[in-house]
């Protein structure tokens, strides 16, 4: 499976971007797919994840109310629409899934938000 990221830019805070991951390969092997995001200096987080059966979905705290994960199964798309961005939102977002034997990584999209 190759995931590949797009949409991060620059935003001023309180803006909006939507990213988007692209799945290819073995993809019905997948049963769960999420964004993380690192920041400068910290650990890789969860921010979003979502179940490709059901769509059952699950947010990070900080962003629970800003952020909406969605799938486009037709696609094999992955997206995430981020709106209400602050500057500690700024960092990598990474797109990740999950088969029953492996995790896959994109190679990250760089959001960065300005005060």
């Known amino acids: 499976v190759q995931l590949v990221e797009s949409g991060g830019g620059l935003v001023q805070a309180g803006g909006s971007l939507r990213l988007s991951c692209a799945a290819s390969?073995?993809?019905?092997?997948?049963?769960?797919m999420g964004w993380y995001r690192q920041a400068p200096g910290k650990q890789r987080e969860l921010v979003a994840v979502?179940?490709?059966?059901?769509?059952?979905?699950n947010y990070a705290d900080s962003v629970k109310g800003r952020f909406t994960i969605s799938r486009d199964n037709a696609k094999n798309t992955m997206y995430l629409q981020m709106n209400g961005l602050k500057p500690e939102d700024t960092a990598v977002y990474y797109c990740?899934?999950?088969?029953?034997?492996?995790?896959?990584w994109g190679g990250g999209t760089l959001v960065t938000v300005s005060s």
């Open positions: 990740h899934a999950h088969s029953v034997l492996m995790e896959y």
């Open positions: 390969g073995s993809t019905f092997s997948i049963f769960s």
């Open positions: 979502i179940m490709t059966g059901m769509g059952g979905t």
